[in-house]
């Protein structure tokens, strides 16, 4: 079992960044890649973001790329998405999950655990 907390979430305004992060806890976390998801009120949940278990290779939505980052510090088990330049359109609450094995990495039903999100909110 791999057990996920975001945190990092809040309001801020266009423009403005936010860093989110997720801590893992589970006996075999640090082997799992990592992925950031998001889900605005009334849409599905979208891919953002991901990263190998060893941080080696990152990828990202082409609606974030160039402002968002994604990394992670093994020591610390945790991942981080460094969001820069943030748009209206950001709003959403924000997920990370785990997974064993990439497949497309893009969608949600592939990744195997959950954090609860967190909330980030960007004003126009």
């Known amino acids: 079992q791999v057990q996920l907390v975001e945190s990092g979430g809040g309001l801020v305004q266009a423009g403005g960044s936010l860093r989110l992060s997720c801590a893992a806890s589970?006996?075999?976390?640090?082997?799992?890649?990592m992925g950031w998801f998001r889900q605005a009120p009334g849409k599905e949940r979208e891919f953002v973001a991901a990263i190998r278990w060893n941080g080696g290779s990152t990828y990202y939505a082409d609606s974030v790329k160039g402002r968002f980052t994604i990394s992670r510090d093994l020591a610390k088990n945790t991942v981080y998405l460094q969001m820069n330049s943030l748009k209206p359109e950001d709003t959403a609450v924000y997920y990370c999950a785990a997974v064993q094995s990439f497949i497309t990495r893009m969608r949600a039903y592939e990744y195997d655990y959950w954090g609860q999100g967190t909330q980030v909110t960007v004003s126009s």
């Open positions: 589970g006996r075999t976390s640090s082997s799992y890649h």
